[in-house]
């Protein structure tokens, strides 16, 4: 079954950065990929879109993270970025990518973001 790989995430403190990866299989992005997000999901609350990218590169955020994150995608490696500073402890999640609106079928296994000092 094709899906989403995301990595990158790991333990970091208030402040810093990361940079999450999403990596696709070729044939998923030749069919369906006009639309990328990020989402995240953190313990007891319900997933949410962070950021959002379209084929010609306009971008979109929700306003928590707005002016800290930065989505990205490279169409030739099959792969969206998510470039995160100036991280918060309220950041801290499961991140997946998925086309927007999302496919149930695509969800990977996330990335755990944790922010703490």
């Known amino acids: 079954q094709a899906q989403f790989v995301e990595s990158g995430g790991g333990l970091v403190q208030p402040g810093g950065s990361l940079r999450l990866s999403c990596a696709a299989s070729?044939?998923?992005?030749?069919?369906?990929?006009?639309?990328m997000g990020w989402y995240r999901q953190a313990p007891g609350k319900q997933r949410e879109l962070v950021a959002t990218?379209?084929?010609?590169?306009?971008?979109s955020y929700a306003d928590s993270v707005k002016g800290r994150f930065t989505i990205s995608r490279d169409n030739a490696r099959n792969t969206v970025y998510l470039q995160m500073n100036s991280l918060k402890p309220e950041d801290t999640a499961v991140y997946y990518c998925n086309t927007k609106p999302a496919k149930p079928w695509y969800w990977g296994q996330g990335t755990q973001v944790t922010v703490s000092s």
């Open positions: 990218i379209w084929s010609g590169g306009i971008t």
């Open positions: 070729r044939s998923i992005f030749s069919i369906d990929i006009d639309v």
